[in-house]
């Protein structure tokens, strides 16, 4: 069973620290997926982190390949952003009035995606699809919401819906306390079918209020939108009065500086831009800071200049949008091809040490985002990413970790670099690959 894996013995203060948590805390820990559940042993209880490395509470060093799940885009605790903080922070935590950093950020983020025009600020990627979804329903009028499997977008209720393949399936929550009302105006579709998409609409477009995507899905490890699919999206939502959300929450200001808007550009986006983006992760620097945005026109519907209440009391919060804010200024042009020239040396050697003790598996990307699949075949929806060996990657993932080296412990996530990946990190990680290779072939 996971839970007894040897990893367990390695880390003593983070097994002490897991059993205090477990009585205070449910299940431990304070977001489900860092329970290592998936690949057994201990998580890392980590006391600090520093450019590409995280410290674990018995003093262990790692090279970090989880990157907090996406935010850390130029490593831990970065002078600028951290000077950035300190700055902000002595001049107060909170102010409950509107105050420049807002403004600084907004701007940074509109000049940076061409369509938008307004955002609003939020604290997590959650509120932002949350509050994308009441601004779209609230825009058409209308209720139905097509989301497509495999596609996380944080824990909002209707958007708890994952299962069901096939076409127009009516979804079942996948979360108890989810009523089933939350989710019936919820139509799931795989990801990259485009018939479905347009038998769908056929069927019941004049209900829909909008379909929402990942703008390359990174959450059942990275697949990206197939040639023509992002296309297809806005060409039909269009067609049918429904607006189309793009999270970006994973991607934006992670696959270029205008995230996966700016990647796929033209090719993708030739029939018109979406209607309503999310963001979250890179632009808060590992804060709580997230948005979400459109035109004026689409984002004057909200409160206080229109109908649809949204609000928050940390909304824009003057530390978190300091450290965004400089964050975002590091993201400059200069540093995507370099993050894109890190992750290709990892997943090159990954791809070698796997092949040289013949384990199946594939590699897929966005940008500088990119998975290892266990199996051989590509992976272009939900169904696919579950046909993989996760055993496999439980072991390849616990040699690494041995090895000194913290990927995402599951097999359904992007592995992420940050500007800080020198060398050194980088070699830790080629030395670490044969070994953990040869335990997933076991
Ligand atoms: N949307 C996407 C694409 C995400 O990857 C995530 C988080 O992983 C979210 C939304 C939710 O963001 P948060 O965890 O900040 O609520």
């Known amino acids: 069973?996971?839970?007894?894996?040897?990893?367990?013995?390695?880390?003593?203060?983070?097994?002490?620290?897991?059993?205090?948590?477990?009585?205070?805390?449910?299940?431990?820990?304070?977001?489900?997926v860092r329970a290592f559940r998936a690949v057994g042993g201990t998580p890392r209880f980590i006391r600090e982190a520093k450019g590409p490395w995280l410290t674990d509470a018995d003093g262990r060093r790692y090279v970090d390949l989880l990157c907090s799940w996406g935010p850390m885009i130029l490593g831990h605790a970065h002078p600028d952003v951290l000077a950035a903080v300190d700055e902000a922070a002595r001049r107060g935590f909170s102010f409950g009035t509107?105050?420049?950093?807002?403004?600084?950020?907004?701007?940074e983020i509109v000049d940076r995606i061409e369509p938008l025009e307004q955002v609003r600020l939020v604290s997590s990627g959650t509120e932002a699809t949350m509050s994308a979804v009441r601004l779209a329903r609230g825009v058409t009028g209308r209720s139905v919401i097509v989301k497509f499997a495999g596609c996380y977008h944080g824990?909002?209720?209707?958007?708890?819906?994952?299962?069901?393949?096939?076409?127009?399936?009516?979804?079942?929550?996948?979360?108890?306390?989810?009523?089933?009302?939350?989710?019936?105006?919820?139509?799931?579709?795989?990801?990259?079918?485009?018939?479905?998409?347009?038998?769908?609409?056929?069927?019941?477009?004049?209900?829909?209020?909008?379909?929402?995507?990942?703008?390359?899905?990174?959450?059942?490890g990275v697949v990206p939108p197939a040639p023509g699919f992002t296309d297809a999206l806005r060409r039909i939502t269009r067609e049918h009065g429904a607006l189309l959300i793009s999270d970006e929450v994973m991607t934006g200001f992670r696959c270029s500086r205008a995230g996966w808007f700016g990647l796929e550009g033209e090719a993708g986006y030739a029939a018109g831009a979406p209607d309503i983006f999310t963001f979250g992760k890179v632009m808060g620097g590992g804060f709580p800071a997230a948005a979400f945005g459109g035109t004026a026109e689409v984002m004057g519907h909200l409160a206080p200049?229109?109908?649809?209440?949204?609000?928050?009391?940390?909304?824009?919060?003057?530390?978190?949008?300091?450290?965004?804010?400089?964050?975002?200024?590091?993201?400059?042009?200069?540093?995507?091809?370099?993050?894109?020239?890190?992750?290709?040396?990892?997943?090159?050697?990954?791809?070698?040490?796997?092949?040289?003790?013949?384990?199946a598996h594939t590699v897929q990307w966005a940008g500088s985002m990119f998975s290892v699949f266990f199996r051989e075949a590509p992976v272009t929806n939900y169904d696919d990413a579950r046909d993989q060996d996760t055993a496999a990657y439980g072991r390849f993932f616990h040699a690494m970790l041995d090895a000194g080296v913290h990927l995402p412990p599951s097999a359904f996530e992007a592995w992420f670099v940050s500007g800080a990946h020198d060398d050194e990190a980088v070699g830790v990680i080629l030395d670490a690959l044969p070994a953990a290779a040869k335990a997933a072939a076991s």
């Open 1 to 32: 069973s996971p839970s007894t894996h040897p990893g367990t013995t390695d880390a003593p203060a983070s097994a002490a620290l897991l059993e205090r948590a477990a009585r205070v805390i449910p299940g431990a820990v304070n977001s489900p």
């Open 98 to 107: 509107p105050s420049e950093n807002e403004v600084l950020l907004a701007e």
């Open 155 to 220: 824990h909002v209720d209707a958007l708890l819906a994952a299962a069901g393949s096939g076409v127009a399936t009516l979804a079942l929550p996948d979360s108890a306390g989810v009523p089933t009302e939350m989710t019936s105006d919820t139509i799931v579709l795989p990801y990259n079918d485009i018939a479905a998409l347009e038998e769908t609409f056929a069927a019941r477009g004049p209900e829909i209020a909008a379909v929402i995507t990942e703008a390359a899905a990174g959450n059942m």
């Open 305 to 359: 200049q229109g109908p649809v209440y949204q609000a928050g009391t940390l909304s824009g919060n003057p530390v978190a949008t300091a450290a965004g804010l400089a964050t975002l200024k590091g993201c400059t042009p200069e540093l995507y091809p370099r993050l894109e020239a890190t992750a290709r040396t990892i997943a090159d050697a990954a791809s070698a040490a796997l092949s040289a003790e013949g384990v």
